[in-house]
């Protein structure tokens, strides 16, 4: 209590007691999802990476936990679709197909979770390639 007094701190708020939300942390509604980086491989060689970098926006907070503890599953599936992506679909001399790409993940996002209101927000999509 001295300490909170010190502070300039309410004894009840600096025990983490009385705030506005009732002790609870807001969490926002949406999950960063660390960058995730593929190589390319042309004629049965390196030719670069695909980076991809995106948020995962959900309608709630609710949801938003339930993905941030889904994350290990999600970020496996992430990677496998976008493994699969970058075997099959992606030709290194045309742009990378971003209707393609969110259509892949916003499956798998929905699969893995359920049926929840999410949607992926790109922040980066870019192959770099050999230097």
Do not use: C
């Not at 976008?82 to 197909?97: A, G, N």
Request: overall charge positive.
């Amino acid at each position: 209590m001295a300490l909170g007094l010190l502070l300039g701190v309410e004894p009840a708020k600096a025990a983490g007691e009385g705030s506005s939300t009732g002790g609870a942390q807001s969490v926002a509604p949406f999950v960063l999802v660390e960058p995730i980086v593929l190589p390319v491989i042309k004629n049965k060689r390196p030719y670069g990476f695909l980076i991809v970098e995106f948020i995962v926006d959900t309608e709630d907070p609710g949801t938003a936990t339930i993905v941030k503890k889904s994350m290990p599953r999600l970020r496996d599936a992430y990677i496998q679709t976008l493994s699969e992506y970058v075997w099959f679909e992606y030709r290194h001399y045309e742009p990378v197909k971003l209707g393609r790409l969110d259509a892949r993940l916003q499956s798998v996002t929905d699969w893995t979770i359920g049926d929840r209101k999410t949607r992926i927000l790109f922040r980066q999509v870019m192959v770099q390639g050999p230097s």
